[in-house]
């Protein structure tokens, strides 16, 4: 930035009418100085000037809106590894109560009731839950302060690194429902072991569903979550599709586990002579493998990644993936209208040129619509915050595509007509014959919309939101702005001949512009492919939970095949195949559901066409495969280490 003087710029006829420029203004108050009341009197006094107040309160409303949505976005992803820990939870609880069911049944021999039973094993999982919540608050607390140097590094503006209260209080909240949700359906079932059973696999055969009183606390506490997580993050529209997303992702996973576990059994029997293969697929179709806990908390957090993946390779298309072979080099503007002719012969007579764009520049206010405030009829769309920028033309020009209407005839001199954005007049709810009142260097002009146009920003190129007749604007003082398309090599040539030429004219590298677009993206694409892949890890650790949790199983299945001949290679083997079909599945149901995400998000939020990203989703199924084999096998030398006489003899 260069401070001049405001009456050198003038002398230079830099400030001449219809130059694009704005001024700022810096208020020094005293302090206790009533901001908000200040702010409305500014903006009534000054209502049709395209004012923008920023103060104390908010130094800097775009970073802090990003700041908003990322860490709402973020608290959604937390959501979803919450969902994917709840699942891994929900497991660990089932298989502690099966191991527990002798125990359940000796007490209900005693006469223990059920209510005892139930609190029982609630107080010991809530006092474990409390103590997790605990160890997670102190880690979510000091991780941020040991890391804060390497923070800090990377952000652009200093940062304050502090132990914050609130956020704090969210995650034990999070994590109370989170683990209330999730353990009372097991602890729920565990009611329905009788007295007389006394066998281990007891729970397996209970009824499917818990009593009415305790799916209706479920339902409540889901609620609960659900209501605070958009009361937290602000946005109630995504979190309740992050929610039915979730939900979505949950009831595909469980089909799948359901589906896999019926074709297992489907196929165990054709799979002769490949004993390795038939004991996987007999084992996965059993009730204590944990099919569905596996399946469901990998692939809850893979669908999370592939959304991510899909949705940041889709952004990264749009903004960058074309824009190459058609956005412009440079963007001229405050070409003033003497400048014009001159402009265009020199880059016209250069054959590394391919296209010259250019149009007249105002800029205007939407005062009135239908002659009534303009934020009463569009509430507050951007249209209508401040200037817009404004233009007019006798005929359309060959790109225009007109929805609606038509263009108003070649000499037209009567009353103003308008050309508006189709997609933005559909929005602010404006349509062909509506009036608008544009304020334009303090004249107000009144015109009716008589037809609707496509209007495409994703060119880079030209577009304005509101066109007008000539007429219309006739004597109003304006500018020039100008897009060039030629070859990357002259660009800096064709810089040099317009700034030497005309020094008043501003010209704006497109591609510059684009990589600055492309660098945030990166960014953001980083900080959510971060919160997915913490889901992930989330899902790993489930697995290798629910791994631990069928050691003692696999150890007995290990003991009982090595006593019937089986060798410890071919037992390796059938855990592998077991752990790499489990994975498969998870993986291909992930990428389904990553990818339906991923479509939703980039065609109903971000607005961008979508195409599958095949390296994106053929690394969800390796990734898929690959965890379970690491989390299977880790856990599978003890099983064959095992010697057999040992464990029938404990399990008599």
């Known amino acids: 930035r260069t401070i001049v003087l405001h009456t050198s710029l003038e002398n230079a006829q830099l400030l001449a009418a219809g130059t694009l420029f704005n001024s700022k203004y810096r208020l020094a108050l005293p302090p206790g100085t009533d901001l908000e009341t200040l702010e409305a009197e500014a903006r009534t006094r000054f209502e049709n000037s395209g004012l923008r107040w920023t103060d104390a309160r908010n130094g800097a409303p775009g970073v802090s809106e990003f700041v908003d949505r990322l860490g709402a976005f973020l608290v959604l992803v937390g959501l979803s590894g919450l969902a994917v820990g709840g699942v891994g939870v929900s497991a660990a609880v089932r298989a502690y109560l099966s191991e527990k069911t002798s125990v359940i049944a000796t007490l209900r021999t005693l006469g223990a009731e059920r209510s005892t039973i139930f609190q029982t094993y609630f107080i010991q999982i809530g006092t474990l839950s409390l103590l997790g919540i605990a160890i997670g608050l102190v880690l979510g607390a000091l991780i941020p302060l040991a890391l804060a140097p390497v923070i800090e590094a990377r952000l652009p503006i200093p940062a304050s690194f502090a132990i914050y209260p609130g956020p704090l209080f969210e995650s034990a909240i999070y994590g109370l429902l989170t683990a209330f949700v999730f353990t009372l359906w097991p602890l729920a079932r565990a009611e329905d072991v009788r007295a007389a059973t006394l066998f281990r696999d007891a729970l397996g055969t209970a009824r499917l569903l818990p009593a009415p009183r305790y799916l209706l606390w479920i339902a409540l506490g889901l609620a609960t979550l659900i209501g605070l997580a958009g009361l937290f993050s602000g946005t109630w529209w995504l979190t309740l599709w992050t929610s039915g997303g979730i939900a979505f992702a949950l009831a595909l996973l469980a089909i799948a586990a359901t589906g896999i576990r019926w074709l297992s059994r489907r196929l165990a029997p054709r799979a002769k002579g490949r004993p390795a293969l038939r004991w996987a697929l007999g084992a996965i179709s059993g009730t204590r493998e944990g099919a569905a806990s596996v399946v469901l908390s990998l692939g809850l957090g893979l669908s999370v ?18 824009l190459p072979d058609i956005a412009p080099s440079y963007f001229f503007v405050d070409i003033q209208r003497d400048q014009i002719d001159g402009y265009t012969e020199r880059l016209e007579s250069d054959d590394s040129v391919s296209r010259i764009e ?32 404004l233009t007019y033309s006798e005929t359309p020009s060959e790109n225009t595509r007109i929805t609606a209407g038509e263009w108003w005839p070649e000499g037209y001199s009567g009353a103003p007509q308008i050309s508006f954005a189709a997609e933005e007049a559909e929005e602010m709810g404006i349509g062909l014959g509506d009036t608008l009142t544009i304020n334009i260097l303090g004249r107000d002009i009144t015109g009716t919309i008589t037809s609707l146009r496509e209007v495409d920003f994703s060119t880079a190129g030209i577009g304005f939101i509101l066109s007008m007749n000539p007429s219309a604007l006739q004597g109003a003082p304006h500018s020039f702005i100008s897009t060039v398309y030629a070859t990357e090599e002259s660009e800096a040539q064709i810089l040099r001949d317009i700034a030497n030429a005309y020094p008043n004219v501003t010209a704006i590298r497109v591609r510059d512009a684009i990589d600055r677009v492309a660098d945030v993206l990166a960014g953001l694409a980083a900080a959510t492919s971060y919160g997915a892949g913490a889901t992930l890890l989330t899902g790993f650790l489930v697995l290798i939970g629910a791994a631990a949790a069928g050691t003692q199983a696999r150890t007995y299945e290990a003991a009982v095949l090595k006593t019937l001949g089986a060798t410890r290679r071919r037992i390796l083997i059938s855990f592998a195949t077991r752990a790499a079909l489990l994975g498969l599945a998870a993986g291909a149901v992930a990428l389904a559901a990553g990818i339906t995400g991923g479509w939703a998000v980039s065609t109903f939020v971000m607005d961008t066409d979508f195409s599958v990203i095949w390296p994106s989703a053929l690394a969800i199924i390796i990734g898929g495969v690959t965890a379970t084999l690491v989390a299977g096998l880790a856990f599978a030398w003890g099983p064959l280490a095992a010697r057999p006489a040992q464990v029938l003899r404990g399990r008599e």
């Open 358 to 389: 250019s149009a007249p520049m105002l800029r205007g206010i939407i005062t009135q619509i239908n002659g009534t405030p303009a934020s009463e009829v569009a509430g507050d769309h951007w249209v209508i915050q401040g200037d817009r920028g």
């Open 305 to 322: 990644l592939a959304a991510v993946g899909q949705i940041d390779g889709n952004l990264r298309n749009a903004i960058s993936g074309n």
